[in-house]
């Protein structure tokens, strides 16, 4: 059976209401009684009336609002400490009063178990964090190990390929292998510089001239194929403090993804800017491409390590460039439409990040 509800506003005016009535009864009983002059039984009457009202009214508004008002900022401090175990007591009240208590017990309900959940998901992470930890150092190791014998393999089949016959068979064979060894080596070089990442060495340099540099080996690639590459620089951009080498690295890796992006013609476009953002005033590098797009679904995964959509690719070239960027202060973002093309945007500020700034 449901419980009849009343308003706390109700619960602290009717016993005023009712103290009155019964007051005034009380003092009219008093004064015919005791044949109390009119003029003095209505001062009598008011003035008592009066300080009951008071009385009553001070009783009630501490009883039913000050109460549970002091009683919920100290479960909130308690709350604010980290203990959600608190609960408020005066959540039993079928008023206004009651509803808040409901409500703040909820409220603390739901946080602990989102804590729960939080605490859960970080032990997750870390354990997988340690062992992707773990496993990098292993693959590192491995990939150190394997870069001797693999560079005196590449002597040998050197030797062998100047003592091969130009009008031998086995040279096709040889050219298979001999890019095969250069697949493996790169795979290689690729895993020790994700492992083992490099500091960034900062100089104040134009960026420019770096991105022209990334651009003039990419073009060396494209020479038989009908792709044309186009470089819009800002020859206002200012000085910008980056590791050329890295920087190189990073731009190198998404012209050559860009190209391998197109399958038949197309352009690939590279532009420079500075722009006034939340962050700060930036440097902007766009790398955008006419090729296939990328797929919906692969986009939260592109810069995960090892994740790859290309028959030969190590997965790691684009999680290189993402921790070259954040290495430097900034960022690197990815839009594409499937069909129409790909666009990434690297953007690093113009001074070295502060110590601790890095993530």
């Known amino acids: ?45 008011a003035a008592g009336g009066a300080v009951v009202i008071c009385c009553v009214m ?11 008002i002091l009683e919920l900022q100290e479960k909130i401090a308690r709350l604010r400490e980290g203990d959600l175990t608190v609960q408020a007591s005066f959540a039993g009240r079928n008023d206004e009063i009651g509803d808040l208590g409901r409500d703040f017990n909820d409220m603390v309900a739901q946080l602990h178990e989102h804590r729960e959940v939080t605490h859960r ?47 031998s068979s086995s040279r096709e064979i040889w050219k298979d292998v001999r890019l095969e060894i250069q697949q493996i080596q790169k795979i290689l070089n690729d895993l020790l510089a994700y492992a083992r990442p490099r500091p960034p060495q900062f100089q104040l340099a134009d960026l420019n001239a ?19 590459i186009e470089f819009v620089k800002d020859s206002a951009l200012p000085l910008v403090e980056h590791d050329a080498s890295q ?27 500075a722009r006034e953002e939340a962050q700060g005033r930036l440097a902007v590098v766009s790398v955008t491409d006419t090729g296939r797009g990328i797929d919906p679904s692969h986009l939260p995964n592109l810069f995960r390590p090892f994740f790859t959509t290309k028959g030969k690719g190590t997965g790691l070239g684009l ?32 001074q070295k990040p502060a110590p601790g700034k890095v993530e």
């Not at 509800?5 to 003092?27: D, E, M, N, S, Y």
């Not at 001070?58 to 549970?68: A, E, G, W």
């Open 121 to 167: 998901t970080h032990q997750a992470e870390m354990s997988r964090a340690e062992h992707l930890a773990t496993l990098g150092e292993l693959a590192a190791g491995l990939a150190h190990e394997l870069r001797n014998p693999l560079a005196g393999i590449a002597g040998v089949m050197d030797v062998l390929g100047q003592e091969l016959p130009e009008s």
């Open 247 to 273: 920087i190189q690295q990073l731009l190198l890796n998404l012209l050559l993804n860009a190209i391998q992006a197109i399958d038949t013609e197309g352009i690939v476009e590279m532009r420079l800017e």
């Open 319 to 350: 999680s290189l460039a993402q921790r070259i960027a954040e290495g430097h202060g900034g960022s690197i973002e990815v839009t594409s439409t499937p069909g129409k093309g790909s666009c990434f945007v690297l953007r690093i500020p113009f």
């Open 1 to 45: 059976m449901p419980r009849l509800r009343i308003r706390w506003l109700l619960k602290a005016v009717l016993p005023v209401a009712g103290v009155l009535v019964a007051g005034v009864a009380v003092f009219l009983w008093v004064s015919l009684s005791l044949a109390i002059p009119e003029w003095r039984t209505v001062l009598l009457i």
């Open 210 to 228: 770096t991105a022209e540099q990334a651009l003039h080996l990419v073009r060396q690639q494209v020479r038989s194929r009908p792709i044309t």
């Open 58 to 68: 001070l009783v009630v508004l501490v009883v039913l609002i000050q109460r549970p």
